[in-house]
């Protein structure tokens, strides 16, 4: 399907502007540019009581411009006004259902079992594909068809029109994506971003649906014993935050699954052995606790999990992190917060200046 203009979907609701309300990309002609056809860009949304979210996904889905989009939206039976809006698009959707499922990725599960895309991702129901994105991604799957597909990505806070930091993906392999407690410092991910061929999808099969909140590392660290990766180093798409959100709201939850899917693979890693790979884990999970974030401080849970860090394996004071969480918890929270505001402040504005229109 090509890709409805502004005018052809509904208009959008009062007060709402700029994109993907009143703002479309630009219309790709009918072929690239060496004459071929467009690969066919198959994404799938999951959602479950997101109204106040979904019709910004859909139209960022649909106002790319591009010529061969196939979207599917997988619905959970929402009693919120989700249904209601998703109809509102039904004539743009390949494919669409509401009904009960066993939770997030059993949705995309379904959704891709559906798909007939040369390429394949899903985009969550709070989440949003950028202007221009899938452009980007066609023409790097032109140069790169075998290859795992990696866009860059805007995180922002909910409710906020200032940009909260810019994920640029890089040094994604197995090896990084086990060492989680690296993340942020030696390599970047983010889902959102991540575009694959539908040979390496048909080759590992589908998300593991045991998993309720990293089923999408998992299935990476899958991808990445068969592929590798490129990357656009364009930004495509935004992930929001926001508290009512699985990964904010149920950290304490996460938190094991982030360690199960470590410990799935952390034997193919040279140089990783049991006892070094718990007490790095430990450093991770204190991190969160004593982060600069605060949405999760516990001074009390960070400082016995560096405790127990060091009393399995002392190389844990070797990490980059352990001595600055070490500090933190020694700060006054009163002193942490001012700290968290400056960054931000400043992270917002390096932002706004190098990003002004994402």
Known sequence: MRCPTLSELPPPPCGKVGWPWTEESSQLPDTMSNGSSWP??????????QGQFIEETIRSILLQGYPNLEYIIIDGAS??????????????????????DKG?????????????GDLLNWINSDDLLLAEALGHVATAYQR??????????????????????????RNVTLESMVK???????WVWGQQGTFVPRFLYKKIGDLDETLRYVFDRDWMCCLLQHASVNYLHKLVAKFRYHYASKTVEEVNKWLPEQATVTWRYYSQVKGLNQSFTAAALKVWQAQIYLGLGLNYWDRKKGVILLGQAVQQDWRAVMLPTFINLCFRALMPLNLLHAIRTAYHRALSYTLLRGNKDP
């Open 144 to 169: 790169h068809p075998n290859s795992i597909l990696l866009g860059d990505i805007v995180t922002f806070l909910s409710g906020s029109n200032d940009f909260f930091q810019v994920w640029y993906q």
């Open 79 to 100: 009693t919120d006004s989700s249904v209601e809006i998703i109809r509102k698009y039904e004539p743009w959707l390949a494919y669409w259902e509401s009904k009960p």
């Open 40 to 49: 066919r860009i198959s994404i799938v949304t999951s959602s479950y009581n």
């Open 104 to 116: 997030q990725a059993h949705a995309i599960n379904k959704g891709f079992a559906l798909a007939t």
């Open 180 to 186: 989680v407690w690296q993340q942020g410092v030696t």
